[in-house]
């Protein structure tokens, strides 16, 4: 019943820009803080930004800061990653993850996979 469904990833080249989107299902999504994170073959999955409940604070690694934006649109149950300035080391899978509180488990969606490439 619970559902997040990554999309906007694709292709793109160097300096480009892409805008993913996660779409929420299944529980009240604007009662919880979100995630984005990636993983690239052979890495370990990192946290690329945050964002609370009603959308500020926000927080990102340092890897990715300046560049993209993570915002969210409670009416529509969506969460969003605005990615900028693409370089080939952001190559990965972007997935949006629901993380744990005391009263729910976390829930992460399918991925939805960004290439940088010339």
């Known amino acids: 019943q619970e559902q997040l469904v990554e999309s906007g990833g694709g292709l793109v080249q160097p300096g480009g820009s892409l805008k993913l989107s996660c779409a929420a299902s299944?529980?009240?999504?604007?009662?919880?803080?979100m995630r984005w994170y990636r993983q690239a073959p052979g890495k370990e999955r990192e946290l690329v930004a945050h964002?609370?409940?009603?959308?500020?604070?926000?927080t990102y690694a340092d890897s990715v800061k300046g560049r993209f934006t993570i915002s969210r649109d409670n009416a529509k149950n969506t969460l969003y990653l605005q990615m900028n300035s693409l370089k080939p080391e952001d190559t990965a899978v972007y997935l949006c993850?629901?993380?744990?509180?005391?009263?729910?488990?976390?829930?992460w969606g399918q991925g939805t996979q960004v290439t940088v490439s010339s």
């Open positions: 299944g529980f009240n999504f604007g009662d919880y803080a």
């Open positions: 993850r629901r993380p744990r509180t005391p009263y729910r488990p976390d829930y």
């Open positions: 964002i609370t409940s009603g959308g500020t604070p926000t």
